[in-house]
């Protein structure tokens, strides 16, 4: 699951940009959550993130197709995101 972020490029310049929070959690034993922040939403970067996750855990896009072929490479069970359905038009 991704969400849009802000970061700073550094503590003396003010100016900010674009970037996505990448949410990802574990299935089993303790909880652990794990926030990414990346400047892009490209299935590239999913490609990092999911790389060696567990056949049948679970990515929750909001229907970015090339989403769907990280899903198939790795066993995924690939999610639709609800939110974008609930916004007005």
């Not at 690939?78 to 007005?88: F, V």
Request: proline fraction near 8%; charge should be positive; aromatic fraction near 8%.
């Amino acid at each position: 699951m991704k969400r849009r972020c802000t970061y700073k490029k550094s503590q003396a310049v003010l100016q900010q940009r674009k970037s996505y929070m990448w949410a990802q959690m574990n299935g089993t034993g303790p909880p652990v959550r794990m926030f990414s922040c990346s400047p892009t939403c490209s299935a590239a970067q999913a490609a990092v993130l999911y790389a060696g996750i567990k056949p049948g855990a679970v990515l929750l896009s909001d229907g970015y197709e090339p989403y769907n072929e990280i899903a198939r490479t790795n066993r995924l069970v690939h999610l639709g995101c609800w939110t974008p359905a609930t916004l007005p038009d």
